[in-house]
């Protein structure tokens, strides 16, 4: 048997729980804000059978699908697991059946299909709601439609056929001004395959356009940036190909020498419009936002230094460097009048922060002032006696990082605790950027259970307004969304 101790998302706080969940008006510290009506949905993974390969990525664990549902002050929880055909796959076997995250070649037999990867997926990444329709997602394949009201999964969706690339991005962006949701498919063609598919999904929910694409080497397209009249496609560093999937490793190594790109393509462009702009070694994860200034491009993104994910080894052999594993806010400026192939970068500040950015979404590709995210403060210290069971980094405060003056607001979450990935809550009525709530899901390492907390996101500094408390740890979130109260009413 492999040797799990050590691992944190096997034992400890992360260790899986397995169940699913029902709570009925959650017991809360504080006041929950009555003007706060819809739910804040969130996707990630946990292991419901352990995994074949001790080594094997946390991505590659079942995907779980949680809601806060806010009503008149109260909020409910559920959680589900997502029905996936592997997940039935697994339940109906009794054990695990699938091998290495993204390698189909070291499923077992019954199972194994190379040609048709796409139907492995764990869908384990990040929910979207968008006409209509409610969604988890995961970049190896199509996106699964979850009824809003249950979390049951309904299955596999491809838009009614018009959807053509075997995969679809964990993280679409929605154009607030047309309700337009421009999403893409990498690999879409098969494993390893150079072809990307760019599309534009109108607001009612059709595909509207499509643009297929060749990259200019195969790499994670984990994020993706729109702004009015462009879609930027970063990444860099992970690579992959055939040959290594056959020979039964992880699907991503990294490559240092590789450089990064950034892909730019109108949004009413073609193939033969797109510009790839080429900078650095830099691991390309996720990305604040983008807009239009003039014929230059302004991208606000914390992609971190290098390699962030310690299982997708260095090709080349070398340690996996926890050194260059952090991510700190840019402001990257492409120039579009310049016949430069490569951008400008700026570091905002000069701390690492967690990758996982946040804006006010009512300003997505538009510009924005502020972006969210979680970070370490090192003057706050962690209170090791009474959270002994903290394992890997903390993340124990949430910053609203003001990107015109370079200002910093901070919440912090207390001593025994640490954060996921924090959401924008806009205030009923406001049209202010960054009027309204921040909230996510803290990790309460003393009592052991997982805590919403909600703070005004205008007012950091002043901490909660309201916890809503879990009696247990909460499966491990990777994204989440904000869906109002009006798209919850969907089918
Ligand atoms: C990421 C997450 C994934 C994945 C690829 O955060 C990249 C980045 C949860 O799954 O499959
Ligand atoms: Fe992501």
């Not at 008006?25 to 419901?48: L, Q």
């Not at 056929?161 to 929605?174: D, E, M, R, V, Y």
Request: aromatic share 14%; proline share 7%.
């Amino acid at each position: 048997m492999a040797d799990f101790s050590n691992d944190p998302t096997r034992t400890g706080f992360f260790a899986p729980q397995r169940f699913e969940a029902d709570v009925y008006d959650c017991e809360v510290i504080g006041k929950v804000p009555s003007d706060i009506s819809g739910a804040f949905v969130r996707v990630g993974g946990e292991w419901f059978y352990p995994p074949k390969f001790e080594d094997d990525a946390i991505l590659n664990s079942d995907g779980y699908i949680s809601m806060f549902r806010f009503r008149n002050g109260r909020v409910d929880y559920k959680g589900r697991w997502i029905r996936t055909q592997r997940f039935e796959k697994n339940l109906a076997a009794g054990r695990q059946l699938y091998g290495y995250y993204r390698n189909p070649y070291t499923d077992d037999p019954e199972v194994r299909d190379p040609a048709r990867p796409h139907l492995r997926t764990v869908s384990n990444t990040a929910p979207i709601a968008h006409a209509g329709k409610l969604f988890s997602l995961k970049e190896d394949g199509l996106p699964h439609r979850i009824d809003p009201r249950t979390l049951e999964t309904i299955g596999p969706y491809d838009f009614d056929g018009q959807w053509k690339s075997q995969t679809f991005t964990a993280h679409p962006k929605i154009d607030p001004v047309t309700g337009e949701m421009i999403a893409l498919g990498y690999q879409a063609t098969g494993l390893a395959t150079d072809d990307l598919f760019v599309y534009t999904i109108d607001a009612a929910g059709k595909v509207k356009r499509e643009v297929r694409l060749k990259v200019p080497y195969v790499s994670v397209i984990h994020d993706m940036a729109i702004t009015q009249k462009h879609v930027l496609i970063p990444f860099g560093g992970y690579v992959t190909s055939r040959e290594r999937l056959e020979s039964g490793k992880i699907h991503w190594g990294w490559d240092a020498s590789k450089p990064s790109y950034i892909g730019v393509l109108p949004r009413d462009g073609d193939a033969k419009d797109v510009r790839w702009f080429k900078g650095p070694e830099r691991c390309m994860m996720h990305v604040f936002n983008a807009y239009d200034d003039g014929r230059k491009i302004v991208l606000y993104a914390p992609f971190f230094e290098s390699n962030f994910f310690p299982f997708f080894p260095p090709i080349d052999g070398s340690p996996w460097d926890a050194s260059k594993a952090r991510a700190y806010v840019r402001r990257i400026t492409i120039d579009l009048s310049s016949r430069a192939d490569t951008w400008k970068e700026e570091i905002l500040w000069p701390f690492p922060v967690q990758d996982l950015g946040r804006v006010d979404t009512r300003f997505m590709s538009l510009e924005t002032r502020y972006g969210f995210t979680g970070y370490a403060d090192p003057e706050r210290p962690f209170d090791e006696a009474r959270a002994g069971n903290v394992r890997g980094r903390v993340t124990n405060c949430y910053g609203r990082f003001d990107f015109a003056t370079g200002r910093l607001s901070t919440y912090f979450a207390g001593p025994t605790h640490s954060l996921q990935e924090c959401c924008f809550v806009p205030r009923k009525g406001s049209r202010e950027e960054g009027d309204g709530y921040l909230i996510g899901v803290a990790s309460n390492f003393a009592e052991m259970r997982s805590e919403l907390v909600i703070a005004d996101a205008q007012r950091l500094e002043e901490g909660d307004i309201a916890r809503v408390i879990l009696p247990f740890r909460s499966s491990a979130q990777i994204h989440g969304i904000w869906v109002p109260e009006e798209e919850m009413t969907f089918a």
